[in-house]
């Protein structure tokens, strides 16, 4: 079974550039998850996905991050503009649904640098 | 709202000594907890659950948490380190069904561990 694939796996962007992550999910997975890891830190909830609709955005800062989920399958998650303090990995999560007794697969991450 | 301390952000041990890496929570609900391990330039791997079912949780590659509810503790062990063992460990707590909290997982800050041959 293919695991959850991540692109790219690094980026270098400067301050007020935009950028964007793309994620796959692992297949027939309803639920997904996008993390961001700042170093020294666990992974913080961004936002959840229930196959194409939100149901959790609350720690998402929607002044610069936008993620949509079109078709229920990918993800993208973008920052326009993107600060210093965004540089993380941003780690993408799949599960069968949201039933907190299913297990989340982790994506290898995207790490990326603001300078 | 729910929360995880872990003690210790670097915890180092010989090779075949015991491992001990401490979790503590909060939560206002029953609570599901787990313990996920990160090797470098890779993503999250599940370790082990509980899920309300026993309180003494075996994993994968030898370790084993238990959970202590009048102590708020989900510590996780292993009898005897092995180099593979050297990765970054977090704890993660998640809510009960009905609850806010339910299905997403709030995770402690890491704890690294080292082994020494």
């Known amino acids: 079974e293919a695991g959850v694939a991540q692109s790219p796996r690094y980026k270098i962007i400067e301050k007020r550039q935009s950028v964007a992550f793309w994620c796959n999910p692992i297949?027939?997975?309803?639920?997904l998850y996008w993390y961001q890891q700042i170093l020294g830190q666990g992974p913080k909830l961004l936002i959840q996905f229930q196959n194409n609709g939100v149901v959790d955005d609350s720690q998402l800062p929607k002044d610069r991050f936008s993620a949509e989920r079109l078709k229920g399958v990918d993800s993208t998650l973008k920052i326009q503009p993107a600060k210093l303090e965004d540089s993380a990995v941003y780690l993408c999560?799949?599960?069968?649904?949201?039933?907190?007794?299913?297990?989340?697969?982790f994506g290898p991450g995207t790490r990326l640098t603001v300078t | 709202a729910q929360s995880v301390t872990q003690l210790g952000s670097h915890v180092s041990v010989s090779e075949g000594a015991l491992v001990l890496l401490r979790c503590n929570y909060s939560s206002s609900v029953p609570p599901y907890l787990f313990w996920y391990v990160q090797y470098p330039n890779q993503g999250l791997q599940l370790l082990l659950k509980y899920t309300s079912a026993a309180t003494l949780v075996k994993g994968i590659n030898g370790f084993e948490a238990e959970f202590k509810k009048s102590e708020t503790s989900f510590h996780l062990t292993k009898p005897s380190a092995h180099m593979s063992d050297a990765a970054e460990y977090f704890c993660?707590?998640?809510?009960?069904?009905?609850?806010?909290?339910?299905?997403?997982?709030?995770f402690g800050q890491g704890t690294i561990l080292t082994v020494h041959p």
């Open positions: 297949s027939g997975h309803a639920t």
């Open positions: 993660a707590v998640s809510g009960d069904a009905g609850g806010t909290s339910y299905g997403k997982l709030t």
């Open positions: 999560a799949s599960s069968l649904s949201a039933d907190t007794s299913y297990e989340q697969y």
